[in-house]
Each structure stands twice: as structure tokens, then as C-alpha cells.
């Protein structure tokens, strides 16, 4: 019998299930295995074989993650970059025009600078706190509207209701990366959103151990984005998902835990001395503070700030932290810091990167589930100085 289940907690844990579990089995088992036997299926994206994101695995992750976010459908993919590239070539052909959210994690920025181009694709960057601008960047072939939840690294909080109403005046499909925020702290299907996308490799499996990517949202749309990258070939790897799988049932656990620590720190930061500027949601000195309280259930475990010692200051924090790893990725059980100028907008030319409020010493901490105030001890000696 098929369950329905009301709670995200409950969901993480049972959603998605295969009923009856697989010869008793509580924990689903790993199906490595390439291909499965024919069984009369009528489609080529039917047939059961791994690089189709078909295998049980695949197929429980679907479900689960489509249910987490109350959506129609979901699909698991090989990196959250395959979700991205594999989803705007599909609702976008050549000839056709996206508007995207001008600040945005440096390999979307890169694939639209430098590669949509050569594929006869067209873009506009509009600011996402000033919803009215976006009708002068809107031509005849746009198609669809592009945006963040949590901007990467400097935490914008976008007018996430106009781009649904924008995209629904406008015949546009409207998509979102919900990396930063997770399933716990927004669901995009629920305001509105036709496609929600993730990094994997971040909160969902959070355990710094994958890479992989997913998009959730309407079952139209993910049938013809399967389709495409059944073609692409951006499959998910069977033991991945199992981790993936493995690693979301804590989720509800981690997030939360997140939310509340990266609050204190933050707030920590915005009194100390040596720190010029925080980005963080929850903060009440946030610009998107009001918006982020009416649309998000956390603020999430991201921040990033600049010390006054500019570049010099930011790298000796960053050498003198003891728990926080310095590493480039985000949405683990351990705290990491980076600067995003060496790291994940490396390609984005200076010029860019400063017109965003991405200097080359702001400091982005993604944070972990070590105890908070062990973190704001660390933090605080490192800053001494």
C-alpha cells in the first residue's frame, strides 16, 4: 500500500521507498549494475539501463526528492552542473533568450558567458531586487527566467514572487537554484516555480562525499529534460545515489542545525571589530532580511563578510581557523571557508565580480554541524589579530 506522508521529516525517511522492500531489506540496496533485462518497453527512455537514471536507485530518488519539494516529478543527474545545463538546453533552443538573475554561482555565469554563444543562445542579466527593470531586458524570444533562492556568495535574497508572476504574465518557465536554501527552508514548487534545481553535492547529501545534481518540478518539463540528457549522457552513478539517498534522511537534522548556528555566528560577526560587512538573511541589516522572512522556514547555514584588512586580513583568518576547513564547496557536516575570487567565480573576470559585491576578500562560510559555540570561540581567536 502507498503511503502518503504530511511531514518533510517523515518524507526523507519513507518517501520514495520501493514497497514491499527488496527482499526485506530497510536500507535500499546499491544496484550496480549497467543494464537490466528487457521487459517489453515500448520507449527508448524506458529501457532499463543506467545511463536512462532508471535503476532502483535512481528511481527512489525521484520519488523522494519530488515529494520533498511537493512537486510532480524530479530526475537525479551526474553534478548539479549537469541539472543546469542539461534543463536550460532543453527549455531553450537555438534562437532563444533567457533572463537570469545577475549575481549567480560562477559555473552558471560561465556557461552563459561563454559557452551559450556558440550555441546560438542569447542572455540578459537583470538585478533581482528591482523586478521593474525586467520588462526592458524582455524580448520576443525569451523564453524563460532564471534566479536563485540564496544568491552564491553574496547571499541576495531575490523578489522570488515577482519572477513567478513575471514568468506567468510572461508564457516563461521559470527556474530556480534552491541549493542554498534545501527542500527544509523552501520549496519552490509551492510558490510557484516550474523547476527547481540542485547541487547534490551540497545540502541534500551533505555529507562531502558525491558530486551530483537534481531537478524537481513539473512532470511535463522533466520528461523532455530525462529525454535530453538520456542523450547527454550526465547519468547519476548508481553508489551515488545510494549515498545521496543514504545522506538525505538527515537533512531536516542538518539544516536546521544550520540555520541556527550560521544565525549565531553571523551575528557574531556583525559585532566584531575587525569585520566591515555580513551577508546573511537572517540578519535584521540584511537588504532581503523582510523578503527572506515571509518566503523562507531557516536563513540556511551560508553566509559570507569582508574584513576590514581586505585580502591580506581575509587569507590570515583563513590560516589561522582551527575547525573550519578551507575547501570550496558548501553544505556538509563540516564547517568550510573560501574565498570565492580563488575558488567558485575564479572565471568571472574582476571587473564582474566587483560590480556584484564580490571582492577579492570576501570570506563565504558554509556552516557545518560542529558546536556553535566551539566555531565563534575558533572564529574569534582567528580575527584577534
Known amino acids: 500500500m502507498t503511503k502518503e506522508y504530511k511531514r518533510i521529516e517523515t518524507k526523507l525517511i519513507h518517501a520514495g521507498e520501493p514497497q514491499p522492500r527488496i527482499l526485506g531489506a530497510v536500507s535500499l540496496p546499491i544496484f550496480q549494475t549497467a543494464m537490466f533485462e528487457y521487459a517489453g518497453e515500448a520507449s527508448y527512455h524506458d529501457i532499463r539501463y543506467i545511463r536512462l537514471n532508471n535503476t532502483p536507485n535512481h528511481l527512489a530518488l525521484h520519488a523522494k526528492l519530488a515529494a520533498l519539494e511537493n512537486a510532480q516529478a524530479a530526475l537525479v543527474t551526474a553534478s548539479g552542473m549537469a541539472a543546469i545545463s542539461t534543463t536550460l538546453l532543453t527549455v531553450l533552443g537555438a534562437g532563444d533568450h533567457l533572463l537570469a538573475q545577475d549575481c549567480l554561482y560562477g559555473g552558471t555565469h560561465d556557461l552563459l558567458t561563454k559557452d551559450f554563444g556558440g550555441w546560438g543562445l542569447g542572455y540578459d542579466f537583470i538585478e533581482g531586487d528591482n523586478p521593474d527593470s525586467w520588462q526592458q531586458k524582455l524580448k520576443p ?10 544568491s ?12 513567478v508572476k513575471f514568468a506567468k504574465d510572461h508564457e516563461l518557465v521559470s527556474i530556480i537554484d534552491n541549493t542554498f536554501a534545501s527542500p527544509i527552508n523552501f520549496r519552490p514548487a509551492e510558490h510557484g516555480f516550474d523547476l527547481s534545481l540542485h547541487s547534490c553535492t551540497k545540502y541534500l547529501n551533505g555529507h562531502s562525499d558525491i558530486v551530483g545534481g537534481a531537478v524537481i518540478g513539473r512532470a511535463d518539463l522533466i520528461e523532455k529534460i530525462k529525454h535530453k540528457l538520456d542523450h547527454l549522457g550526465g547519468s547519476m552513478d548508481p553508489h551515488a545515489a545510494f549515498l545521496l539517498h543514504r545522506g538525505m534522511k538527515t537533512l531536516a537534522l542538518r539544516v536546521r542545525h544550520q540555520n541556527q548556528s ?5 551575528q557574531f560577526l556583525e559585532g566584531h571589530a575587525a569585520v566591515s560587512r555580513v551577508n546573511f538573511a537572517g540578519l535584521e541589516s ?23 584588512g581586505g585580502v591580506a586580513a581575509a587569507e590570515k583568518f583563513m590560516q589561522r581557523v582551527a575547525i573550519p576547513i578551507v575547501a570550496p564547496s558548501l553544505g556538509g557536516v563540516e564547517t568550510l571557508v573560501t ?14 565580480r566587483e560590480r556584484l559585491g564580490i571582492s577579492d576578500s570576501l570570506v ?10 566551539e566555531l ?6 582567528a580575527l584577534a589579530e
Not at 364 to 373: F, K, M, N, P
Open 141 to 150: 524570444n525569451t523564453k524563460a527566467i532564471y534566479v536563485e533562492a540564496i
Open 152 to 163: 552564491n556568495p553574496t547571499i541576495q535574497v531575490t523578489d522570488l514572487k515577482a519572477a
Open 262 to 266: 550560521a544565525l549565531r555566528i553571523a
Open 286 to 308: 540584511h537588504s532581503g532580511h523582510q523578503r527572506a522572512r515571509e518566503l523562507f522556514e531557516g536563513f540556511s547555514g551560508m553566509l559570507s563578510f569582508e574584513l576590514r
Open 339 to 352: 574565498r570565492p575570487s580563488i575558488t567558485s567565480h575564479a572565471g568571472m573576470s574582476r571587473e564582474d
Open 364 to 373: 563565504r562560510v558554509s556552516v557545518g554541524i560542529e558546536a556553535t559555540d
Open 376 to 381: 565563534i570561540e575558533d572564529f574569534d581567536q
